[in-house]
């Protein structure tokens, strides 16, 4: 069994920063690609930022520039570092990663429980 665990969520005022933290844990082969999505209600959740094993990175127009991810392969953790915040950042931010478990041959995406964001004006 995967679980990854978010942490660092909470409320920030504008232009502040805060820093999200996922750590994978359980039966893990390899990861390949991590991420963190967001959403706010009645969206759909939408891509924040990816990074493969090999430290490509990919990041939403809304964010380049302000947000920053980034990988400890070591630890199987990934980080996003959000500075500048905006109102408009609001929303529960999800942990996603692609990896190869113990009990598969097939990559699978997983989830984080999901951390709040509320940026105040």
């Known amino acids: 069994q995967v679980q990854l665990v978010e942490s660092g969520g909470g409320l920030v005022q504008a232009g502040e920063s805060r820093k999200l933290s996922c750590a994978a844990s359980g039966n893990i082969r390899r990861i390949i690609v991590m991420g963190w999505y967001r959403q706010t209600p009645g969206k759909q959740r939408d891509v924040v930022a990816t990074?493969?094993?090999?430290?490509?990175?990919n990041y939403a127009d809304s964010v380049k520039g302000r947000f920053t991810i980034s990988r400890d392969n070591a630890k199987n953790t990934v980080y996003l570092q959000m500075n500048s915040l905006k109102p408009e950042d609001t929303a529960v931010y999800y942990c996603?990663?692609?990896?190869?478990?113990?009990?598969?041959?097939?990559?699978?995406?997983?989830w984080g429980q999901g951390t709040q964001v509320t940026v105040s004006s």
């Open positions: 996603y990663a692609w990896l190869l478990s113990g009990a598969t041959m097939i990559p699978t995406d997983y």
């Open positions: 990074i493969t094993n090999g430290d490509s990175t």
